[in-house]
């Protein structure tokens, strides 16, 4: 049997989700994929600040682990590896 409570509470997290990711999208006048959307939340706190707000979220990681939830293989990303390497941020997934 499923809950009724964690189904309304993962589908407000994807609609808040797509709705962040449009909103990305309409600032920058274009089309970006979701590794450009991470990238944008870990290079601009405001952004991810902004995504917090919206999905009543507390933590930075909690935030990201949002965005990895939808994408498993979003940290696959050869964008992402090349961000993170550049700015010499070592995180394990």
């Known amino acids: 049997m499923t809950d009724p409570i964690r189904d309304i509470y ?12 449009s909103y990305v999208c309409i600032s920058f006048n274009k089309k970006l994929n979701l590794p450009n959307i991470f990238i944008m939340l ?3 706190e405001r952004y ?10 507390d933590s930075n990681f909690e935030a990201l682990k949002y965005f990895l939830d939808v994408d498993p293989s ?5 964008y992402i590896k090349k961000f993170l390497s ?6 394990k997934f």
């Open 74 to 78: 979003l940290h696959k990303s050869k």
């Open 10 to 21: 993962d589908t407000e997290i994807s609609e808040i989700i797509v709705s962040f990711c």
């Open 48 to 57: 991810l600040n902004c995504f917090k707000t919206l999905a009543d979220i």
């Open 42 to 44: 870990l290079r601009d």
């Open 86 to 91: 550049t700015n010499n941020i070592d995180i």
